[in-house]
């Protein structure tokens, strides 16, 4: 297996920078942060857990070999059993050993936190329970009674109930603040290695070496086991909303069970190569991470089993334990090797669903309107454009402002504008009808920002003569008219940077520059119904950029060049948290629902963060400019943009439901093309390292190996009663394979000896395999004898990419000079079309499943869709930042695929031409791609050997 490091992502989802932990300490040289409100236990459904972990962890090192580990409730802490007799007390952010608990007189065998994070209990070989004052550092009580070692242990949500397993075959309970034993079990028939306490508290299961798990009733104490395992079992462990357990064996499978039914939930999870030491669920329960004495950690995606990734290079002797911590961005694990590796997750990196680039004249100063239909921008000689947020077309152009225009604001249901300029003047216009409805000159010098109120009766503008102006909103249907301001607010001693208005539109929050060079800045909050001011802080280093109010808390969030952003009760009128950044923010906005706050910085960086524990979630990828702006459109599907000197417009999708890949592992090198099975059951893969592999699709395990290439594969195909197969390779080598015995049938011997077969197909009627390659040549062959029947001289240049029509027709290839690809008619042998458009190399060519369209994928890395009949371009899509290199559509043909050396695998909606969705599931070029019928399972073969089934995500 390669010790590459396997990425699993969605959506949406791709670069940069490591998941933030829940910090309890502030980082040594920055500035102290304050401690965040507490967050509620349960966490949005719309942030994925984190697939994506280091490939190395950085390490505690200890003075003798980790048996166990775990994390306190609130993640601040790990504790670990050692086999030194102590209870290690690490700092999980650094790494920092800051307590040891002593007084077990053997090796600690497991560890366990009370839910409340204020006991910690301990199981020693010594045959002793101890139980420990976290913050007090001090033993609390010594249960005895068990005969021989004690292996496992853990508490029950009472806080006072501890349950324990040991070797003398007996599960315990105990009554911690009586320091009794009040129960003692003997259902096992063999040492007990493991034990877990469902979330509810009402079951308890224990794993014993009789390779049994039981499960019991803690009203009763009643067993039942579960059996399946043919070996110990070790480990155990509940999902977080206790509908399912997963156990891990020393026959080296873990295996999943439905808590309710008493039965697996599907068949064992394999991949580890010696004893399954430890199981642990993710917080949301969509993951398991595994340790295992082989040295590796691994991850499944908890629904299906699928192993998402292998990580290999993290410690040089046996794991014997593995926890998550709360927040899901770190794994840690206890070693043999006298150590516990901290495995820091990656953030789900985020892809845009639509971008166009913007007008001449951009300077990335815009607005989207509350639909998300319009974006106001400015263009050329200070004019302000509005165009259309899915195509860039301009729909109107304003004329009026003679300096650099600086901010723009849209009235909530998106008819009235406001610019305003360095001109010292702002406007009013009705959108509409582009009308221009008022003069706005009541500053004394350059207008900096503009903001209309939630409920549409009012807006302001702020200026560098540090005063803000409140104005109401015309009604419809007025006439242009110079507009006097109703109020005005100028304590501020800086200049006005920033606006805000409260969800009720009660409340205005200003922004300002500092007033001195050492600072600092103001921030202040008005009640606008009395004009008065009712919070101030000056807490704020440097200029502050961007304000906004949570959408249903009374919560305040401000951005600033400190850099960072600083979060404020307005209840109790006081700081919450300062969150550094590596740059200045210059945007800030909460998703509707203030379950996520996105910020926009100088370094190109939009981040979602957590609405209530104000940790790091997704980030945004792809501008290469600052970021100017983030608006959210307040519909429906809660479309994101985003603006950025880049001269782009980006749209994100809000929803970002997890998209977990499936690893279907076997292929020693490149992946470079695949095909579906008709009924779809099955996958056909070929691969540089010389073989043709058939795989279960629902099991993601290879079925059959087919060997007959010397050279490497760069083409598969499978005729349409899914009886045949064929492939072609390095060395003018082409096979036909018999599918339902995976026998090799005939070799068709033609092409240059040291050509490589590009593309292979067979007709409609599965009688003839027509293929192409790098000699220039297309052969058609007849099945059954191998026989060659026909053959095209094509380009002179070599055919790197081919395509046969639905109706076996007409061939499309690659490698005409100048980029263009050409259409042969088979029947004729003659050319009957060409496709000029890419500047650079074609890669792919696939027609549309009812042959009326073709689609082609360059190294210009976009993709093009051309009419089969005439040649005519349909669309260009600006589809990938690399080659593209495979493209596949649903047999509906509304939607596509595509893939290439920017590892991200793309959706399409061809109805509307635009990109739905966008995923990083490998972390290496991606070279070939199938969909299943429905559009709802993607198969991607990459650089990194693997193929990866993954779900498309919910419309």
């Known amino acids: 297996m390669s010790h590459a490091r396997v990425r699993i992502v969605f959506a949406a989802l791709l670069a940069v920078g490591a998941a933030a932990l829940l910090d309890a300490r502030a980082t040594r040289g920055q500035e102290k942060e304050k401690p965040a409100a507490k967050a509620p236990a349960a966490k949005p459904a719309v942030f994925p ?72 209990v301990s199981a020693s070989y010594d045959k002793t329970v101890r139980v420990w004052d976290v913050a007090g550092k001090k033993e609390l009580a010594v249960l005895k009674g068990h005969q021989n070692a004690v292996l496992a242990v853990a508490v029950l949500p009472d806080g006072n109930t501890v349950v324990s397993g040991s070797a003398d075959r007996l599960v315990k309970v105990w009554d911690v603040a009586a320091k009794k034993e009040t129960k003692s079990l003997d259902e096992h028939a063999g040492s007990v290695r493991g034990v877990a306490v469902s979330p509810d508290g009402k079951t308890v299961a224990t794993a014993g070496s009789d390779r049994r798990v039981v499960l019991w009733t803690v009203s009763d104490w009643k067993p039942e086991a579960l059996k399946g395992h043919t070996a110990p079992v070790r480990a155990v462990c509940f999902s977080p909303d206790g509908t399912l357990l997963a156990s891990g064996s020393d026959d080296t499978s873990v295996r999943v069970w439905d808590v309710a039914k008493r039965a697996p939930k599907f068949d064992p999870m394999r991949g580890h190569q010696d004893a399954v030491t430890g199981v642990c669920f993710s917080p949301r329960g969509q993951l398991i991470a595994t340790s295992s004495a082989d040295k590796t950690l691994r991850l499944w995606e908890a629904s299906t089993g699928g192993e998402l990734s292998a990580l290999e290079e993290g410690h040089t002797d046996a794991l014997h334990g593995v926890a998550f911590a709360p927040s899901g961005k770190q794994i840690a694990t206890a070693s043999a090797d006298k150590s516990v590796g901290l495995w820091l997750a990656t953030l789900p990196r985020v892809y845009a669903s639509n971008a166009f680039t913007a007008a001449p004249g951009w300077t990335g100063v815009a607005a ?120 005005v607010y100028d304590t501020h001693r800086g200049a006005i940077a920033c606006l805000a208005f409260s969800p009720d539109s009660k409340l205005l929050a200003t922004g300002a520059d500092t007033a001195t060079k050492t600072g600092p800045a103001e921030l202040k909050v008005w009640e606008l119904a009395k004009g008065a001011e009712v919070a101030s802080w000056a807490d704020h280093t440097n200029d502050i950029t961007a304000v906004c109010f949570h959408p249903t808390r009374p919560v305040l969030v401000s951005g600033g060049l400190d850099p960072g952003f600083r979060v404020w009760d307005l209840t109790a009128k006081k700081p919450l948290l300062f969150r550094r950044t590596q740059t200045p923010v210059k945007a800030v906005t909460f998703t509707a629902d203030g379950k996520e706050l996105l910020t926009g910085s100088v370094g190109q960086a939009v981040v979602a963060w957590d609405g209530d524990s104000w940790q790091e979630q997704a980030r945004f990828v792809g501008h290469t400019g600052a970021i100017t702006g983030l608006f959210v459109s307040r519909t429906a599907d809660g479309t994101i943009f985003s603006t950025a000197t880049d001269k782009s417009v980006r749209a994100w999708s809000l929803s970002r439901a997890a998209v977990t890949g499936t690893k279907m592992a076997g292929h020693e090198s490149w992946v470079t093309a695949m095909v579906l099975m008709p009924d779809g059951k099955k996958l056909f893969s070929g691969s540089w390292d010389g073989t043709v592999r058939m795989w279960n699709v629902e099991t993601a395990k290879e079925e059959a190996q087919i060997e007959s290439h010397k050279s490497k594969i760069y083409s598969v195909a499978v005729s349409r009663d899914g009886k045949r197969g064929a492939s072609g390779g390095g060395n003018g080598e082409v096979f036909v394979y018999n599918l339902e ?18 593309g292979i197909a067979f007709t409609p009627d599965g009688k003839r395999v027509v293929t192409a390659a790098s000699d220039g040549d297309v052969r058609v062959w007849e099945t059954e004898t191998g026989k060659e029947v026909a053959k095209i001289k094509g380009p002179k240049e070599g055919i790197l990419a081919f395509a046969l029509s639905p109706d076996g027709k007409k061939v499309a290839v690659s490698g005409v000079p100048g980029f263009a690809c050409v259409v042969y008619s088979l029947e004729s042998k003659a050319e009957v079309l060409r496709l000029r458009g890419h500047s650079n190399t074609v890669h792919t060519i696939v027609f549309s499943p009812d042959g009326s369209r073709i689609l082609t994928g360059a190294a210009d890395r976009s993709l093009r869709l051309w009419e089969t009949e005439t040649g005519k371009e349909v669309h260009k899509f600006d589809a990938h930042s690399g080659y593209v290199r495979g493209a596949s559509f649903t047999p509906d043909g509304k939607t596509l695929v595509s893939v290439g050396y920017d590892h991200v695998n793309r959706i399409w909606d061809l109805t509307a031409m635009r990109q739905v969705a966008a995923f990083e599931v490998h972390d290496r070029p991606v070279l070939s791609v199938a969909i299943s019928a429905d559009g709802k399972t993607i198969f991607s073969g990459s650089a990194d050997s693997n193929i990866v089934r993954w779900r498309a995500p919910e419309k």
């Open 49 to 120: 857990e984190s697939t994506q972990f280091d490939p190395k962890p950085s390490s505690v090192r200890l003075g003798d070999e980790a048996l166990a580990v775990t994390y306190s409730p609130d993640g601040t802490l790990v504790a670990v059993g050692c086999a030194d007799k102590t209870v290690v007390l690490a700092d999980p952010a650094s790494g920092k050993q800051f307590g040891l608990l002593t007084g077990h007189t053997d090796a600690v065998a497991a560890v366990a936190f009370s839910r409340d994070g204020t006991k910690l």
């Open 368 to 487: 989207v309107s509350a639909d998300g239909k319009r974006l106001a921008a400015v263009g050329e000689n200070f004019t302000v454009l509005v165009q259309d947020t899915t195509t860039g077309q301009v729909k109107a152009t304003f004329r009026g402002h003679r300096a650099t225009i600086t901010s723009l604001a849209f009235s909530p249901d998106g008819t009235r504008l406001v610019s305003t300029g360095r001109d010292k003047i702002g406007y009013l216009w009705d959108v509409p009808s582009g009308q221009k409805l008022a003069d706005l000159d009541g500053h004394r010098g350059s207008l900096r920002c503009a903001a209309f109120s939630p409920d549409g009766k009012t807006f302001v503008t702020g200026g560098v003569d540090k005063r803000v102006l409140v104005y109401d909103v015309p009604p419809a249907g007025s006439k242009p008219a110079e507009l006097r301001e109703k109020a």
């Open 741 to 758: 015995t995976n026998e090799e049938l005939v070799q068709l011997e033609g092409h240059n000896d040291e050509s490589e077969i590009n």
